[in-house]
Every structure is written in C-alpha cells, then in structure tokens.
C-alpha cells in the first residue's frame, strides 16, 4: 500500500457565522491510499476552535502516519487517542480500499441512486434580514426541518426572528432545531429556554458549554425544550466515560459527527449506548468536503434513520470537491452515473 497526503484549504462562499466566531475557510487533509491500482480517499476535517486535537503537531501526525503506511506499517485503529479526524480520516479511506470503486465505502440503494437522506436545512448566524432571506431560500427548497444557529445575536433579535417565522409557519408545516454551540452561561440558559420555548421548538443542541456535567444535567431534567448534546461529546474516547456521561446527564438526544468523534465505530458505540438509555440521535456533518459528507452519509444510510439527519449539503465551499452527491427538495442523494472530479487532490 502507498500512502500520499494532500491538503486543501476550503473557500466558504458566504463566510459561517457562529457563536464561536466567523470561518471564511477552513482546512482539510486527505489520505490517499493506492494498492493493487485502486483508490481509497479519506478526509481529516478541523473546525478551527471546535477540534481540540488541532494543535502545532496535528499536521505532522498525518504524514507520520502516511510514513509509517509507506514502510508496510499500518497504525492500530482500534483507538480514536488525540486524534479522531485522523482516525476518521484513515478509517474512511481503508474502507474505500476496500470497495475498490471510486467514491464508494457502503454499497446500498442509496449508492445506487434509488432512496435518500432527509435531512434538515442549515441556517447560519446573520443579521435578522440575511436570516430572513435564507429561511425563505430553504422553505422554497422544500424544507420541513430547518435549524438556526442562535446566541451571537442579540437575545431579543433571535426571539424576534423565531417569532416572525412562526407567524408565518405553524409547527405543523416547519419544525424547527436550534444550535446555540454552548453560547448561553449556564445561570441564564434555562430562562432562555423558556422564551425560547414559546415557538415550539423541536430541540436545543448545547445550550451551555461542554464539561458541566451537574448544570447540563440540571438543564435536561427542567429544559421546556429537549436539549442535544453535541460539543459534549467530544473528546471522550473511553467506552465506560461515554456510558457514564450519558448516564449522568440524560439527555434527550446525542448528535453524532463522526469526523469529531473518532470515526464510525466510535460513533456506533454512542449509538448503542443511547439506545440502551433510550436517548434519541441524529448524524450531523462538520463542514466537511464532499470527500467526507460522502463517506458519513453512506455510513447514515446503513444505520436505517429513522428522523431528519444533519448533513450538509457541500453548498457552503467555492472550491469544493465535485461529486455524485446532490440534492433534491430536502433530500440528500447520490447519482451512480456522476463522476468524482479529484482533480483538486489527487493530481
């Protein structure tokens, strides 16, 4: 097997507006596997503030794997360590190897181009007006679940946007998902929730920062609004750790972004975990290139969802990878005829 890495600094459109702060791009490292004249693609992603692993020796640690690849040494898998986009990065690529097809890690009637992915429509912190414009573009795409970013606003801006779009859309006709990526202090999240909870909201993805495990759960047990725990899952690898955070704080539901967790057997422990707890889940991607979205919406499918999914829809980058994926309405698909256009990594 020969390893090459390739990097690609990825161009946002429209710059991402968080409560974290404002992306106008972000990078992505790919390992390129070759073995026997096949090719098996996989992407590492870091969210810039969000991946705690993206420190000075992040980059070195791709190509020392790459390395050690290229010197008959496969590097042991079966733990995510420090490094879990590097571990989804090269859990992907293998098993695209392994399928030897362009593009392909989960062959299904998705692959096929016969069923989709619902998933919901992203809208990204802006003033109310740009807000507005986006909410109106995804409904007109036939958008039922849409989920806006809040807590970089000011807090009386974003009750009045919610309630604007709910005089026009009963929660019938549009469910609505909130991400507030740990913006509230932990003292005012439940009075906020409560406002909040006025326009019928479906969920709150981390309402407080991560790593408060006594207030989140406090917030849980008396939130009017089913709260997800998303940044709070990051960064724990052990299996006995994840059964006692869920355990400790339990949560409605546990959002999956398997290139921040350590790949998809990391990711499926989660899984197992809030099932046994009866929690809900949905998978999310995180601003991943088509490369990425592709390999986490094969794995989605296989896992038979049974809600609206968080994927993107690799819209948001100008200088994105071409691929089969599309969308069409509110739906997520991949069109078998369509080649990939790797020009932008490969070559």
Known sequence: MIASIKKLELEFITPGKTSRGTLYTKPSWFFILEKDGNVGIGECSVIPGLNPEYTEGYEQRIFDIANQINKDTLPELSKPDAFPSIRFGLETALINLSQKVEGILYPSSFTRGEK????????????????????????????????????????????????????????????????????????EALNKLEQLSDFHIHSLEQPIKAGQWEKMAEICRQSPIPVALDEELIGTYNLDKKKKLVAAISPPYIILKPGLLGGFEASQEWIDIATENQVGWWVTSALESNVGLNAIAQWTFTLNPQTVQGLGTGQVFRNNISSPLYLKGPNLMYNPDTSWELGNIIN
């Open 116 to 187: 989709s992915i619902n998933i919901n429509g992203l809208i990204w912190m802006g003033n109310p007006t740009e807000m507005k414009s986006r909410i109106s573009e995804k409904l007109n795409q036939g958008f039922k679940v849409l989920k806006l970013k809040v807590g970089a606003l000011d807090f009386s801006e974003e009750l009045s946007l919610l309630k604007s779009i709910r005089k026009e859309y009963s929660p019938s006709d549009l469910e609505i998902r909130l991400d507030a990526n740990g913006a509230f202090h932990a003292d």
